[in-house]
């Protein structure tokens, strides 16, 4: 019995590799299928994302009698007045502080310049490394900036690419709002009964997973957004409403994030006064104690059931392999990666099981 397990599991190996090394064959074929995609990667993940943030409230809309076309309507114009109050009452004292910021950097610099000439009389203390490194960096400081102004066009092109698909979101957002529920009837109405069922099942779990990852992500963030900015206020540190919107956002990027959104904050608050520094920091470290030792376990992790090991682990392969996007999506890719395999163990094991013990899926 244990033989003819193996011979199936090497059977099916062996199938796996074939098939990948054919795709490597014919990778010019999909090829173009992959430019296609990237080509509308941005409005629907862009509108997957809202799709999420905004289906709780049309469903609530709903079992309240309120048509599911009317009730899009509404979460429409709940948001243009999201974007309105955050265009005239949020966004303008943040480019206030980030232009005094910015009115800042050459006090900042010369900071800068300061310690490095206290470091240069005292490289007896610095690994030769360091300091031949550092220099290089600054010897190199003109071939850099040539090399910026030489992608600047092409960013340029890719950036008026970007809004292009950033104008096509909301009418995504408007038919996955409008014919999301008819989805999952759709694709399992061309299956068999039971077949039917449980691609019905794996899909909706599939939902359920990254409904939880992306709202309780969204609530997680603002919390921790909320925290800081009370405890910037409170330390007296200069550009605190720049620096919480900062860390919400970053804290979008599981574990990672809130200590890279943490660095200009030290840095600016050591430069104002040491002890704002210092408090700085500790009320950074207050707020990641309480964000994952008592909202993320309370709104994610009975749902995603992710340990933080695996999440740390999960996110420094993909930002090997994909950069920034791959961390960015290296969790709930993972998620919905962990769905499916469970999923389809359960049908296997299932299936070895005597006919009356056997669950319907």
Known sequence: MSERKS????????????????????AFIFKPIGLLLAAIAVPIVGAGLLFYITN????LLERYKVKRVFGIVIVFLLMIAVGFFSVYFVIPPIQDQFMRLVDTFP??????????????????????????????VINNLDTYAEQIVGSLFSFIGSFVSFIFALVMIPFFLFFMLKDGPKFIPFVTSFLSKPKAKSLTTLLTNINDVLASFIQGQLLVS????????IGY??????????????????????????WLSAIPAVIVGFFQDPMVGV?????????????????????????????????????????????????????PAYAVAKTITTHFYHIYTDNH????????F
């Open 353 to 360: 099981r005597p006919a009356g013990e056997r669950n319907l």
């Open 56 to 59: 709780p409230l049309v469903n």
């Open 7 to 26: 011979f199936r599991f090497l059977l099916y190996a062996v199938l796996i590799f074939t098939v990948i090394y054919l795709i490597s064959l014919t």
């Open 107 to 136: 006090q900042i610099a010369a900071w800068f310049e300061e310690l490095w000439v206290f470091w240069q009389n005292r490289q007896d203390y610095i690994p030769e490394s360091l300091v031949d490194s550092i220099q290089n």
């Open 222 to 229: 603002l919390c921790v957004g909320v925290m800081l900015l």
């Open 279 to 331: 408090w700085t920091a500790i009320v950074m470290i207050i707020a990641q104690q309480v964000e994952s030792s008592l909202i993320s376990p309370n709104i994610m992790g009975k749902v995603l059931k992710l340990h933080p090991l695996t999440v740390i682990t999960v996110i420094l392969a993909a930002g090997a392999i994909g950069g920034f996007l791959g961390i960015l999506f290296a969790v």
């Open 233 to 258: 206020w409170i330390t007296g540190l200069n550009y605190a409403l720049m620096f919480a919107v900062f860390g919400l956002f970053m804290n979008l990027i599981p574990f990672i994030g809130p």
